[in-house]
């Protein structure tokens, strides 16, 4: 899958972020920040998002953004701010749908760490107050791998 970049980022950004959310970015996820900083799917469609199946849910779910760091609006550090209290320690809001819905970064180095889909504002009928964040993938590699374009109806 080919990501239209943002741009690039330090090392040092990485460690403030790192520092700031009091966890540590898996290799994978900091080789993608340094390379693209966050960026858009370039499936060459005119949706200009891509599509990713979330088991849990029984359906694909759409990926129109990959958030960088210190890019304005669509930065790692002022989504994960933006849900204080709601998502647990150790985790980054790494990316959104086109309807509003997140992806996010787990890491606290147990079995549960890995990319989760994080239905907020609650548009499947399976998520409630106790239940609204569904696993995904493994690594943010696997994520990656898992794109593609989205299905015409």
């Known amino acids: 899958m080919r990501i239209t970049p943002f741009g690039t980022t330090t090392i040092e ?4 972020l790192e520092s700031e959310f009091d966890m540590s970015i898996p290799e994978d996820y ?6 693209h900083n966050g960026g858009k799917p370039d499936i060459g469609n005119e949706w200009g998002y891509a599509e990713f199946y979330v088991e849990d849910l029984e359906s694909s779910q759409f990926l129109d953004i990959l958030y960088g760091i210190g890019v304005k609006k669509l930065d790692i550090s002022y989504w994960t ?3 204080p209290g709601d998502i647990p320690p ?5 990316g959104g749908d086109p309807g509003g819905a997140m992806l996010l970064l787990f890491n606290d180095n147990s079995e ?3 990319i989760y889909y994080y239905d907020h504002a609650y548009r499947h009928k399976q998520s409630s107050d106790e239940q609204n964040t569904y696993f995904v993938a493994d690594t943010f590699t696997e994520f990656i791998a898992l794109l593609k374009p989205p299905a015409e109806d």
């Not at 950004?13 to 403030?16: G, L, M, P």
Request: charged share 25%; glycine share 4%; proline share 0%.
């Open 112 to 114: 549960n760490d890995g």
């Open 30 to 35: 900091k080789d993608f920040l340094m390379m």
């Open 81 to 83: 701010n933006f849900f």
């Open 90 to 94: 150790k985790t980054l809001v790494i």
């Open 13 to 16: 950004d990485i460690q403030n």
